[in-house]
């Protein structure tokens, strides 16, 4: 491959990354064709951009970035798949729901998650895990509310109440 072949891969390399917050590397050569296209379309159903790199040429465009990607260097051996997205966890939930229940492929290498460096097969369970920004949006607003609401239920009751006492001491002046 020529140099400007190279530099054109590398600066392609270089946007992808700079474009997604997430970045995961995986081993996905033990695929066979079909499977391949499944989890290509398995990806882009989610939102994920997914794409087969050469790990001299994605440690290049990574040394160009502006984040700092130096804890994945090391996972960089063999074979290279590189899912990009911008949740944490959703490459994570694709390996795993794509292997199924025996399965190790595809094989998980590494992560950069929210300034984060998540390396070695054992650390998928804790990215499967990992809550998305938004879901920890909705967390806290869940958390927020529900003590407004049990005051405002309880202002209701104790208005059904007080308004229950009040027009029941009418009745009896009444009589």
Not at 158 to 164: D, N, P, R
Request: aromatic letters at 6%; charged letters at 30%.
């Amino acid at each position: 491959m020529k140099k400007e072949d190279k530099n054109v891969l590398i600066g392609q390399i270089k946007e992808a990354l700079d474009k997604y917050s997430v970045v995961y590397l995986a081993n996905t050569t033990s695929l066979n064709a079909e499977r391949t296209v499944d989890l290509r379309r398995a990806a882009f159903k989610a939102g994920i951009k997914m794409m087969v790199v050469k790990n001299t040429l994605l440690k290049k465009a990574m040394e160009q970035c502006d984040v700092d990607y130096s804890g994945l260097y090391d996972a960089m051996a063999g074979p290279t798949t590189l899912l990009l997205c911008d949740t944490g966890n959703v490459p994570a939930k694709l390996i795993k729901e794509f292997r199924g229940k025996k399965e190790t492929i595809p094989g998980f290498k590494a992560a950069y998650v929210e300034e984060t460096t998540f390396v070695g097969e054992e650390q998928l369970d804790a990215l499967v895990a990992l809550k998305s920004k938004n879901e920890l949006i909705g967390d806290i607003v869940a958390l927020l509310q529900s003590p407004a609401k049990n005051v405002v239920s309880a202002l209701q009751s104790g208005g059904g109440k007080l308004h229950g006492i009040l027009e029941t001491l009418s009745k009896k002046e009444d009589k």
